[in-house]
């Protein structure tokens, strides 16, 4: 064979070495971008792991406000709040939401008296409050959720964690209208500088399972697949969650998010020619459960697998990540 095959453009000299590799990087993951997520529970008792989710524990206010210490010193900019409810407190009106004293209000005041520099983001919604663990209130029928009674419940509910102290209030229960509603509610209540970040994209998951288990939705349910496609997105449309994300937008949204983040980086890209909004991507409980599980039966390496899912949830176009690895990744950029 002569030399005429031979190739003019070669892109391996751009990968010959370490240090050429790393000049030529184009998506980079930095602790500033990380935000975690973090279960809060009543009482002072000692941590308490989740089982499906190795590593990852319900806090109480005390132990949380020490994590988020740490989290902070390692450059973690970002934490999101999950309140695990006594089951004593749920009943179908998650009324427990609206008591000005509850966990996740506690957990906002304690964290941000102890850490200002922190930025506290939570959830919006009411399943960690119903006994039937749906999102909002439920129809007569008791098999929908209602959408617009729902979304005056959801305004209170804001507005309490606005005073509370949260930085930005993030709707996760996809009713139609909240995020404007929310907008307004939280204007007209002096809050105008607290933001929202809507959880514009949320599919109907079943990579939400270990989640559930973590706040007690599940058991609260009485079932371990909580059935919430009457309001959570189809993941067999893009489309439709795309304009979801964008009425989100036009309604006053912050940042926009896509969840879960593995499975739907298609949206993720997608979303991002259409905004110039930040977008945040949730790496769920099921994505953090399945790289421990494989890792623990010896089938992947755990760190380069960890690694890769969050570089390729940042090359799809998210400025934020949500993830429960948050903490040990900021370690290791650290240093
Ligand atoms: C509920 C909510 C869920 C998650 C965050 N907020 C679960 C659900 O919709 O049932 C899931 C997060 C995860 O799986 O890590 N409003």
């Not at 003019?8 to 990087?25: F, G, K, S, Y």
């Not at 953090?288 to 090359?315: C, F, K, M, P, T």
Request: glycine share 8%.
């Amino acid at each position: 064979m002569d030399d005429s095959w031979k190739p003019v453009r070669r892109l391996r000299r751009l990968r010959r070495n370490d240090a050429i590799r790393e000049m030529a990087r184009e998506v980079r993951l930095s602790q500033s971008q990380l935000i975690a997520p973090l279960f809060v529970k009543e009482g002072t008792g000692s941590p308490e792991p989740v089982g499906s989710m190795p590593g990852v524990h319900r806090l109480s206010i005390p132990e949380l406000v020490q994590e988020c210490l740490e989290l902070h010193r390692l450059g973690i900019r970002g934490v999101a709040l999950f309140p695990v409810t006594p089951p004593e407190l749920k009943d179908p009106y998650g009324s427990e939401a609206l008591n000005p004293d509850c966990l996740v209000l506690r957990a906002i005041r304690a964290v941000k008296s102890a850490v200002p520099g922190l930025v506290l983001f939570t959830d919006v919604a009411l399943d960690p409050y119903t006994s039937h663990g749906h999102d909002g209130l439920l129809d007569s029928g008791g098999s929908d959720v209602e959408n617009d009674t729902t979304v005056e419940v959801l305004c209170r509910q804001a507005v309490l964690q606005a005073g509370a102290g949260t930085d930005f209030v993030a709707p996760s229960d996809m009713m139609d209208g909240r995020v404007g509603a929310i907008r307004r509610a939280l204007d007209e209540a002096g809050f105008a500088k607290i933001g929202i970040l809507a959880y514009s994209a949320k599919f109907a998951s079943a990579f939400y399972g270990p989640f559930r288990e973590a706040v007690g939705s599940a058991s609260a349910a009485g079932t371990r697949s909580l059935d919430k496609r009457g309001y959570q997105l189809d993941p067999a449309n893009p489309s439709q969650a795309i304009e979801d994300a964008l009425l989100d937008a036009a309604e006053g949204a912050d940042a926009l998010m896509v969840k879960p983040a593995g499975a739907y980086l298609d949206i993720l890209a997608r979303l991002r020619t259409q905004t110039r909004l930040p977008l945040a991507a949730y790496q769920v409980s099921g994505e953090y459960a399945q790289i421990h599980a494989a890792a623990r039966a010896g089938w992947l390496d755990y760190r380069s697998v960890r690694n890769e899912s969050l570089l390729a949830i940042r090359r799809a176009g998210a400025d934020w990540i949500l993830t429960y690895f948050a903490k040990e990744m900021a370690a290791e950029l650290v240093g």
